[in-house]
Each structure stands twice: as C-alpha cells, then as structure tokens.
C-alpha cells in the first residue's frame, strides 16, 4: 500500500501539451543560396562527421545492451546513444544494472537480493550527496535564451528529484523481501527512462553537424528528445496511450519531422493501414550496407552476402495520408531522406550516413565495410520512418513499430540499413501490439521540452532552389 500511494502522489516524469504549433502566416525572410549540383538517384551513402570529435567518441562502442530474454530495450538504447562522459552519471546507471543480477538462475535468491539492497542503499547516499554535480549543460548557441536556461535548470532538478524517489521505491522493494522480481524490474525501467533524461540535459553541444544546405535548409531537425503521446480508438472506443521518445541522437531531421507533424496534429484522426511490404534484396549485399554504392566498396566476393526478399501482406503502418504532409513553407510534400546513425565497428565512432539523392554535400566521406547501423530492428518497440519500397528517400509523415507476429524476428534485420530508426515506445507497448488496421489516432499530445528542442530552419527557399531541389 505504501508503494501505491508513492505511485499516486508521484509527479508524471513530463509534461503533456495540447498546444498545436501552426503554421506561420507572416512573411518571413529567405536567405538565398545557389542551387546545388545535380543529384545522383542510386541508393549509396555517405556520411556527415561529427563537428565534436570528444562527443563521438563518448558514444558506447559496442552494441546496446541486450536483455536476458534476447532483446533490447528502449531506456537502454536511450542511455547508451548519450555522449555522456559525466562520472556521476555513469556511476548511477552502473548501480541500477547491477540490479540485472537478480535474473540470473544461478544466482542464490536471498544473497541476491540483500546484495541489491546494499547497492541501492549506497546508490541513494551517492546521489544524496553527489546531486550537484547533475546540473545542466548549456549549448551556447541554442541555450542563449534565459527563459530557456530557467526552463532546463527546473527540469534538472525536477528529474533528480524523480531519480530519487525511483531509489526510494527500489529500496523499499528489495528490503521487503517480498522477492518480486517484477516489480523490481519495472521500476529500474522507470529510473532508467529518469536518468536517460538527465542524461539529456548533460549534453553540451550537439554532437553532430546537421546538414543545413539545399534540401536540408528547410527541414526541421529535433535536437535532443521528445514524447510524443498518441490516444488510440477502435469504432469510437478508446482503446488507451502509446507513448513514444522521438530521439534526435539517432535520428536529428527524421526524429525532428515526427515531432513537428504530431505538434501541428497532423496525425491526429488518421486510421491504421495495413501496406504490403517487401524487405531484403536478392542482389548482392555489402555487409551493413544494404544499398550502398558498389564503387565506394572493393569487389572481393567473399564479402557479398545475398539475402532473400521477403514480403510481408500485412504490414501496420501510422500516418498515412495521400502523398504525405504538404508543407505550408513550399506548398509541396515534404520529403525526407534516408537518415541513419552509423558505428565504426573498430574505432567505436559513429557518424550521420545520409542516402546519395536527396542532396549532394561537401560533406562527404567516403563509406566504409566496417561501420554498421548503431540500432537494430532486434529492439522491440523501435519505430522507424517509413518509405516507398523503391525510393528510400521518399519519406514524409507514415512510421511503424514492429509488432510481435507481423515480422519473424530473425527477419527483422533486413530492415537494417533500409529505414531510420527515430525513436521508441515507452509506454503502452502492449496496446501497440493489439492494434489493427482501422484504429485510429485520436488525440497527440507533444511534451513541453520536446518543443524546446525542436529547430525549424527558414532559409534556402529562393525561386532557384526551390525549381531545382523540391
């Protein structure tokens, strides 16, 4: 009863705004830029470098951390793709894995749980006494307003303050000796999601250069995270939430598309579709680099895999409408390209990749065998853009989440390297998966600090470039 009633008065981990961002109805003024040169229309890559080589680097270098039950989960895909070097930090999310000892069957029951009472004794002094050292970080670029700078600095010791209360409750399970391994479990995911977004706020610069030329200059990009909260209905009954983070670290400009769309409530009243959907190749197939441009890579034949197409009938795909979001600054569909987070499976670096055809960069790097998407399709409640199958970058508002029996799971890697991954369901996965065609979208609601976040560009769209890149 205790628990509950700490469940009850607990304040929700973020704010849900209702507030709509609506299209501007004053002139604004354009800066004019030269058209780029003409685009090549195959389907190769090439990569964007990170302005903050430290920032980069920070970024874990091996795979995200995988569960006992074989898959990945949301809040540790959230910990891990933060260029976070904070010791603080680290050291808390160190004391909330050694809780995953518990689910070891060779671990003895009651040693197991005093130990994790110990350490969460101990992680409660360290934050006690180690809390300031969570204060923000400030972008001097993107924090300059002090409005803004109040804003963060609340919402930092608001999301201490919720850790805290998540020890609390962790404390007081493991000294119940009640040896409720669930209950356990899904309160290290709540203090796990707490420090994810603390971890936020202590990211100093953003970590990569997004591109601002041509096509890019005018779409928006998410540069941080954001909630994003769906209210789903089946013949006019209410079916409950699905919570998902939009994140800018995998994704900036596609995760940055999803939240501005969901704030104008452009997917509100929108039904479920069921696509027919076919994924793999049955080309050959460069390892990590499905599609990638032949000529970047040498032609030995042992490094040629050949995977089979497969075709999916009932695919659920969000956000379908006609020829996608018209956006009111063009007047034309908005289009987004290929957007993914890569690693250098070597040096543990990772990079923006962005697919050769939407806009020609002087930027480019050449590609490499040895990176490799940094997210997976393994990871349940991932949700990706979606595109035309022949045409990866024609994206503009649909996206998709796999459910459990649409995709066998050792298919669900040939979606690797075909579309971006921007984000993660959270909360009401379990709905999620008991969705059909038909359902439709409610009601969205986007998060407060998610809108901080958002940066929408407004430059580039003289006649030229417009005539040439849209």
């Known amino acids: 009863k205790k628990?509950?009633?700490?469940?009850?008065?607990?304040?929700?981990?973020?704010?849900?705004?209702?507030?709509?961002?609506?299209?501007?109805?004053?002139?604004?003024?354009?800066?004019?830029?030269?058209?780029?040169?003409?685009?090549?229309?195959?389907?190769?890559?090439?990569?964007?470098?990170?302005?903050?080589?430290?920032?980069?680097?920070?970024?874990?270098?091996?795979?995200?951390?995988?569960?006992?039950?074989?898959?990945?989960?949301?809040?540790?895909?959230?910990?891990?793709?933060?260029?976070?070097?904070?010791?603080?930090?680290?050291?808390?999310?160190?004391?909330?894995?050694?809780?995953?000892?518990?689910?070891?069957?060779?671990?003895?029951?009651?040693?197991?749980?005093?130990?994790?009472?110990?350490?969460?004794?101990?992680?409660?002094?360290?934050?006690?006494?180690?809390?300031?050292?969570?204060?923000?970080?400030?972008?001097?670029?993107?924090?300059?307003?002090?409005?803004?700078?109040?804003?963060?600095?609340?919402?930092?010791?608001?999301?201490?303050?919720?850790?805290?209360?998540?020890?609390?409750?962790?404390?007081?399970?493991?000294?119940?000796?009640?040896?409720?391994?669930?209950?356990?479990?899904?309160?290290?995911?709540?203090?796990?999601?707490?420090?994810?977004?603390?971890?936020?706020?202590?990211?100093?610069?953003?970590?990569?250069?997004?591109?601002?030329?041509?096509?890019?200059?005018?779409?928006?990009?998410?540069?941080?995270?954001?909630?994003?909260?769906?209210?789903?209905?089946?013949?006019?009954?209410?079916?409950?939430?699905?919570?998902?983070?939009?994140?800018?670290?995998?994704?900036?400009?596609?995760?940055?598309?999803?939240?501005?769309?969901?704030?104008?409530?452009?997917?509100?009243?929108?039904?479920?579709?069921?696509?027919?959907?076919?994924?793999?190749?049955?080309i050959p197939v460069r390892t990590g680099f499905l599609g990638l441009d032949l000529e970047q890579l040498d032609s030995s034949p042992e490094d040629e895999v050949t995977k089979n197409a497969v075709a999916i009938d009932s695919f659920p795909v969000l956000g379908s409408f006609r020829e996608g979001f018209y956006d009111p600054l063009t007047a034309k569909p908005r289009r987004i390209p290929l957007e993914i987070v890569r690693i250098d499976k070597v040096s543990g670096k990772t990079q923006l990749s962005y697919a050769v055809g939407f806009n020609d960069l002087s930027t480019k790097v050449q590609a490499s065998r040895s990176t490799r998407p940094l997210l997976s399709f393994d990871i349940d409640g991932l949700v990706a853009m979606n595109h035309p199958d022949k045409n990866v970058n024609g994206a503009s508002a649909e996206f998709f989440s796999i459910q459990g029996d649409t995709m066998p799971r050792d298919q669900r890697d040939l979606l690797d390297g075909q579309y971006a991954p921007f984000g993660y369901i959270i909360d009401g996965n379990d709905l999620f998966q008991t969705l059909q065609e038909g359902d439709m979208i409610d009601a969205t609601f986007v998060g407060e600090w998610g809108q901080e976040n958002l940066v929408k560009l407004r430059t580039g769209l003289s006649d030229a470039v417009m005539r040439e890149e849209l």
Not at 186 to 206: N, Y
């Open 3 to 282: 628990l509950e009633r700490e469940e009850s008065n607990k304040d929700p981990s973020f704010e849900l705004s209702r507030r709509k961002l609506l299209a501007p109805s004053i002139a604004l003024p354009f800066i004019l830029l030269a058209p780029d040169k003409a685009w090549s229309s195959r389907g190769s890559l090439f990569m964007v470098t990170s302005k903050n080589t430290t920032s980069a680097e920070s970024l874990r270098s091996t795979p995200v951390e995988i569960d006992d039950d074989g898959v990945y989960s949301p809040e540790r895909c959230l910990l891990e793709l933060l260029p976070v070097k904070n010791p603080v930090f680290l050291q808390l999310l160190t004391f909330l894995q050694s809780i995953d000892s518990l689910q070891s069957p060779s671990a003895d029951e009651t040693t197991a749980w005093k130990s994790a009472e110990r350490t969460l004794k101990e992680a409660l002094d360290y934050l006690d006494s180690q809390r300031r050292a969570l204060e923000p970080k400030f972008d001097p670029e993107n924090d300059s307003d002090t409005l803004k700078q109040i804003f963060k600095a609340e919402r930092a010791e608001r999301l201490v303050e919720e850790l805290r209360q998540q020890f609390v409750v962790l404390l007081a399970i493991a000294k119940s000796q009640r040896f409720d391994k669930v209950l356990l479990l899904q309160r290290q995911k709540k203090a796990l999601l707490a420090l994810a977004d603390i971890g936020e706020l202590l990211v100093g610069t953003f970590p990569y250069e997004v591109p601002q030329e041509g096509r890019f200059s005018f779409l928006p990009r998410l540069l941080g995270r954001a909630r994003v909260t769906f209210t789903f209905s089946r013949s006019k009954e209410v079916l409950g939430n699905v919570t998902i983070v939009a994140d800018g670290f995998a994704a900036p400009i596609t995760a940055g598309n999803f939240v501005d769309l969901s704030a104008r409530g452009f997917y509100t009243g929108l039904p479920i579709k069921d696509v027919k959907k076919r994924v793999g190749s049955s």
